[in-house]
């Protein structure tokens, strides 16, 4: 069983930047491909970006791409999101995965691919 904890939203302007971070329980979390979604009113769950379970591979969507940047230390079991030039449209719940996915694979897009999930953190952007 991983316990995952995001921490790090808040409300912003754009074109600010903030730090989402994941804390995993669990000794293991080497062995997990990791993830962030996020989620906006009214809309389905989708893939952000993520990161392979060595660190060495990163996969955005394309809306992204430029602007947040994935990382993980497998030391200290954690994973952030670093988040700039933040846009209204990024605005939703932000939320930290784990699965045993390849993350060049597309099923490595598909939120029921994974099989542990935190909380959720709020990232609210406005104009």
């Known amino acids: 069983q991983v316990q995952l904890v995001e921490s790090g939203g808040g409300s912003v302007q754009v074109g600010d930047s903030l730090r989402l971070a994941c804390a995993a329980s669990?000794?293991?979390?080497?062995?997990?491909?990791m993830a962030w979604f996020r989620q906006a009113p009214g809309k389905e769950r989708e893939f952000v970006g993520g990161?392979?379970?060595?660190?060495?591979?990163?996969e955005y969507r394309d809306s992204v791409k430029g602007r947040f940047t994935i990382s993980r230390d497998n030391a200290k079991n954690t994973v952030d999101l670093q988040t700039n030039s933040l846009k209204p449209e990024d605005t939703g719940v932000y939320y930290c995965?784990?699965?045993?996915?390849?993350?060049?694979?597309?099923?490595?897009?598909?939120?029921?691919?994974?099989?542990?999930w935190g909380q959720g953190t709020q990232v609210t952007v406005s104009s």
């Open positions: 995965a784990a699965g045993r996915v390849y993350i060049r694979d597309s099923a490595a897009r598909n939120a029921a691919n994974y099989d542990y």
């Open positions: 669990e000794r293991t979390f080497s062995a997990y491909t």
């Open positions: 990161v392979s379970r060595g660190g060495g591979s990163t």
